[in-house]
């Protein structure tokens, strides 16, 4: 308990220390957001810095730092270690920064601001890559929801017809205004998750025969799967999740002002790693054992699991919760993973967003393929997306550190992305030549291929912070 207390206070201590940190870095000041100078009433829309907030919360959220927490927790109580720092350090830099910097380019996308910063190259390889992401990550939240509604209705009218009834909902949010139903429902259903997380750590206060372990450095997988790199690619959205930047900038597009936005942004992602906390505290403490969760997690599903938590601790009410949980929160994940696409793709055609066709002609076809991709094995889908979401938090990362450079920040700013870029590097390349769904390659061969690769990377951030600061001196003198 002393553990859990500990990493809640240090993640409140990162947001109120390390956040200002960020910001001072970044600088925030009183120039127009796109919401002013911009507001076409569809993407780009003023709203109050609450809504903005949980909004955020509900893009970036979903079931992610509830599924990845629990499927971490089987490494035991070393995972509160990497949702702690790794949040602190990390994840919620990496939101801030990528939700500023896109407020600063018009609310441009992570695509757009990949071309900017880090060249053409970069550009075309991240349309297609984030767009590839987004589709993965909408259709993993189809088939999940659709999956669980499909059971809790005694299977009457079968899992297609849910997909089809999400789909459509889905189209609704993608090309709708974002105020009129993304703006009303978030504010809802971002307090439910919230709400739910509070009531699982009050249980685990309360009720004697839950006993959350204390930290220990070892690993405890029953599978004896590494922790590195399969912890840090395992709990992703409560930690560090490149998903949360494709997502930051749709509400960079309507904060109104710079300087809400380490509340809004980095306050997200801190939020978003405390409800990661509780969930692999509950894990470790409903079941005992690692072993036992992962046997759980095996036989019920993720969405069995958090089931009969919720209804064990709660009651019913938990089970109420807990339905709510797994079904709303991936479907605000998926939806405005589609929304995010179509505003890629809107950039990449240079075709206005103002008239719903427009909207139509891009959102349909995605929501299209995505049906089709409904079809395939959902758990390798899930691998694939988990890599990616990774290699993306890499990317974006590196295009902070670029723009950082470029903005003067070359003394110790820039190291403040720098730093999680190169980790990130290493377990991005490390993971994929590891993993099952990869080259399955020993660990002799990754980690010292891993190591490398971030170490080259750094290296060339090296010598870019020194050319641009050599050129620095020169402007000075």
């Known amino acids: 308990m002393i553990t859990f207390i500990a ?31 911009i507001n076409d009433g569809v993407d780009c829309v003023p709203m109050k810095t609450w809504k ?11 079931t992610g730092p509830i599924f990845g927490a629990l499927m971490g927790a089987c490494f035991g109580p070393v995972v509160f270690l990497w949702i702690v720092f790794g949040s602190i350090l990390g994840g919620a830099v990496h939101d801030y920064m990528s939700g500023m910097i896109s407020c600063r380019n018009s609310g441009a996308s992570i695509a757009e601001l990949s071309g900017i910063y880090l060249g053409k190259g970069a550009l075309f390889l991240m349309r297609i890559f984030s767009v590839v992401l987004l589709l993965l990550t909408g259709t993993v939240f189809v088939t999940s929801p659709a999956a669980l509604i499909n059971t809790l209705t005694g299977e009457k009218l079968g899992g297609i017809f849910w997909i089809v009834v999400i789909l459509l909902y889905y189209i609704l949010a993608t ?16 307090v439910v998750l919230i709400v739910m ?11 004697p025969q839950y006993n959350i372990p204390e930290l220990v450095l070892s690993n405890l997988h029953p599978e004896n799967l590494p922790m590195f790199p399969f912890m840090f690619i395992t709990v992703a959205c409560g930690a560090i999740s490149g998903f949360h930047a494709t997502q930051s900038p749709m509400v960079a597009k309507c904060i109104t002002n710079e300087k809400v936005g380490r509340k809004v942004f980095y306050g997200a992602m801190i939020t978003e790693s405390v409800i990661a906390l509780v969930w692999a505290a509950a894990g470790v403490a409903f079941y005992g054992k690692t072993g036992d969760l992962s046997t759980a997690l095996s036989d019920l599903g993720q969405s069995g699991v958090v089931y009969q938590i919720s209804k064990t601790m709660l009651g019913p009410v938990g089970g109420i919760l807990a339905v709510i949980g797994v079904v709303v929160c991936p479907i605000t994940s998926g939806d405005t993973a589609f929304r995010s696409a179509r505003l890629i793709l809107a950039e990449w055609t240079k075709l206005k967003q103002e008239k719903i066709i427009n909207r139509l002609i891009l959102s349909i076809p995605l929501l299209a393929i995505a049906a089709v991709l409904t079809q395939l094995d959902f758990t390798v889908i899930w691998r694939y997306f988990s890599w990616s979401n990774q290699t993306l938090a890499m990317i974006s990362l590196w295009v902070a550190t670029s723009y950082l450079l470029k903005e003067g920040k070359y003394r110790y700013g820039s190291l403040l992305t720098a730093f999680p870029a190169t980790f990130m590097s290493a377990v991005s390349l490390t993971y994929i030549l590891m993993a099952s769904e990869g080259f399955k390659l020993s660990g002799t061969i990754a980690y010292p291929a891993g190591f490398g690769f971030a170490l080259a990377l750094f290296v060339v951030y090296l010598i870019f912070f020194g050319k641009i600061q050599k050129k620095a001196k020169k402007i000075a003198k």
């Open 7 to 37: 990493a809640l206070v240090l993640l409140f201590g990162g947001y109120m220390i390390y956040g200002r940190i960020a910001e001072k870095v970044f600088a925030p000041d009183d120039r127009q957001t796109p919401a002013v100078a």
């Open 175 to 190: 090309i709708l205004p974002i105020d009129k139903l993304i703006g009303k429902l978030y504010p809802i259903f971002g």
């Open 52 to 62: 903005a907030f949980l909004i955020q919360l509900l893009n970036i959220a979903g």
């Open 197 to 207: 997380a509070v009531s699982i750590s009050g249980a685990m206060f309360i009720l």
